[in-house]
């Protein structure tokens, strides 16, 4: 909602990636604009947050040069904000997506907050699976799960661990997702895997039955 009142630069990053396939040159143009508008925005976390796209769509478009520099000033905003960790999770989010897993790596370390933490953290680790980097992708996870010792919101800490053992689900590593499962407090999302699991072993009985 709070992006409505910002829709200048967010315009202009949404012509900057049209514009990419006519006119690479132009486009670029139009990101600077993009990046000059987001930085007079006032609040931080719009701000932040729309450097952050803007960084993304940089990377996506192969302008690397200046990615790094554009995330730069997003996290600098986050560090000097009140909302610091909600926005590095954000940043964080976009680093993954453009698997820039070292940056990540190195933005996590400034949140303090424990659920925070343990979601960009699970967020980081399914990043670096999807990529191969399996046994750095299951060590980060660890850690998330045992940051979520620290949190006392049981659903939050329900939320985050379902999340993990849905992502070990879908690797195949069922052990560990049952082994997850199993530190969810509450019951709700711990039966919201198990049925999911139930479901698919129907289909694969089916499947080599011929039904």
């Not at 990053?13 to 690479?24: G, N, P, V």
């Not at 486009?27 to 719009?46: G, L, N, Q, S, T």
């Amino acid at each position: 909602m709070i992006f409505m009142f910002h829709s200048g630069a967010m315009e202009l990053l949404k012509i900057a990636e049209k514009l990419y396939d006519k006119d690479s040159e132009k486009a670029v143009e139009v990101y600077d604009k993009a990046i000059k508008k987001a930085e007079r925005i006032y609040d931080d976390y719009a701000k932040a947050v729309i450097l952050s796209n803007i960084a993304k769509s940089l990377y996506s478009r192969g302008l690397t040069n200046k990615v790094i520099e554009v995330y730069n000033k997003a996290i600098k905003i986050a560090e000097e904000s009140s909302k610091r960790d909600v926005i590095l999770s954000k940043i964080i989010e976009n680093l993954c997506s453009n698997r820039l897993i070292d940056k990540a790596l190195e933005v996590v370390n400034k949140i303090s907050d424990d659920s925070s933490k343990a979601i960009a953290l699970s967020e980081i680790a399914k990043a670096q699976y999807n990529i191969g980097m399996h046994d750095e992708a299951l060590k980060n996870y660890d850690k998330a799960i045992f940051i979520t010792e620290g949190v006392f919101d049981d659903e939050i800490k329900s939320s985050i661990l379902f999340e993990i053992s849905r992502d070990f689900y879908n690797y195949g590593l069922v052990d560990k997702a049952f082994e997850v499962i199993g530190k969810i407090p509450y019951s709700k999302y711990r039966f919201r895997l198990l049925d999911k699991m139930a479901e698919d072993l129907h289909k694969n009985i089916k499947y080599i039955h011929g039904e």
